[in-house]
């Protein structure tokens, strides 16, 4: 699907088929930013459709300035920030299962873990550590940005992230040490 000036025009116009088109266009991907974020897949869930009411919103702020996806992106990330920022002032945090590690002989533990095992390692991380580490490693952002978005100092950024990678070298590190026990 191509995003051209019209489409765009009709989302602004705030046409209902073509809402629903570019949603289905781009939720898969804009949820996998929010699974990165969120705690659960309900929390992602919550993010991904507070992002995209909040696209659909504020369409008319689009300036054209870069990619279309780009904007949407980031709008998804802000939301995700700013749901962090709830949780975190409601002293909340949902506990999240435990996936089971299937293993299969012959290959190590780090050479077999899925993408969905590996988030569910990032999940587990504090909410601070892995918002720093989403939106620096994933996202790109510099601590002095970070540091502006979740009002924190920037040594406080490159803290939490020195400690999110090592937090999941350790968990890493565990599943790799259990393989060679099992």
């Known amino acids: 699907m191509k995003i051209d000036k019209a489409f765009i025009t009709r989302l602004q116009n705030?046409?209902?088929?073509?809402?629903?088109?570019?949603?289905?266009?781009?939720?898969a991907k804009m949820y996998g930013v929010c699974l990165r974020f969120a705690n659960s897949r309900d929390d992602a869930n919550d993010i991904l459709q507070e992002g995209f009411i909040r696209v659909f919103k504020h369409i008319n702020d689009f300036r054209g300035e870069g990619s279309f996806e780009g904007w949407v992106r980031r709008t998804i990330v802000?939301?995700?920030?700013?749901?962090?920022?709830?949780?975190?002032?409601r002293g909340y945090r949902v506990e999240l299962d435990y996936v089971k590690k299937k293993y299969i002989s012959g290959e190590s533990a780090i050479e077999k873990i899925s993408f969905t095992e590996l988030l569910n390692?990032?999940?587990?991380?504090?909410?601070?550590?892995?918002?720093?580490?989403?939106?620096?490693?994933?996202?790109?952002?510099?601590?002095?940005?970070?540091g502006k978005i979740l009002?924190?100092?920037?040594?406080?950024?490159?803290?939490?992230?020195?400690?999110?990678?090592?937090?999941?070298?350790?968990k890493l590190l565990e599943i790799k040490t259990k393989e060679n026990i099992d």
């Open 14 to 27: 705030k046409d209902r088929k073509t809402q629903l088109v570019f949603y289905k266009f781009l939720s």
């Open 121 to 146: 390692i990032i999940r587990e991380l504090p909410n601070g550590y892995r918002t720093v580490f989403n939106l620096n490693v994933i996202e790109g952002y510099t601590h002095k940005e970070i």
């Open 78 to 89: 802000n939301t995700a920030i700013n749901f962090y920022k709830k949780e975190k002032k």
């Open 151 to 170: 009002n924190i100092s920037e040594n406080t950024s490159k803290s939490q992230l020195s400690r999110a990678k090592s937090s999941l070298q350790k």
